[in-house]
């Protein structure tokens, strides 16, 4: 009874970290899509990494689900091969799920790189102008 306990307090931790950060990513998404500070590029950015967000923590929910189920198979069940294949199923999701962290976090390090590059090189256009406007208001007396 004390192992279900567990069982049940790790699915509904899961589950309610799953939808708290679910509603987390809903209002990020419908931040990023309706700001009038991003183009097509960033919107498509972000609503790409609002789909692998989903997934990820729908599927962490599902696992949430899935912990107590498969604990309650194994204490009702008796044929152990659908219990070792229940949690293959289970395990397997978790790798998915982490694949999917691994892979939001290589996207979203390749945007920020990109949008970095971006601002660096307009931070070195603005200096050359600001470079060429001191150099005209001097009028080639030294300062």
């Not at 152990?80 to 395990?91: F, S």
């Not at 090189?121 to 030294?142: C, P, V, Y």
Request: proline letters at 2%; a positive charge; charged letters at 25%.
């Amino acid at each position: 009874m004390n192992d279900s306990l567990v069982a049940i307090t790790a699915g509904v931790g899961l589950v309610l970290v799953g939808l708290s950060f679910l509603r987390w990513n809903i209002r990020e998404w419908r931040e990023a899509k309706n700001s009038p500070l991003h183009d097509d590029h960033d919107r498509e950015h972000y609503y790409k990494r609002f789909r692998r967000r989903v997934q990820t923590t729908s599927l962490l929910i599902l696992v949430g689900v899935l912990i107590p189920v498969g604990d309650w198979l194994i204490i009702r069940g008796k044929n152990p091969l659908v219990a070792t294949v229940y949690w293959c199923v289970v395990l397997l999701l978790i790798v998915w799920i982490v694949l999917l962290a691994f892979a939001d976090m290589v996207a979203t390090r390749m945007y920020s790189r990109v949008e970095l590059s971006k601002i660096q090189q307009k931070k070195r256009e603005l200096e050359r102008q600001l470079t060429q406007i001191k150099s005209r208001n001097s009028n080639g007396h030294a300062n």
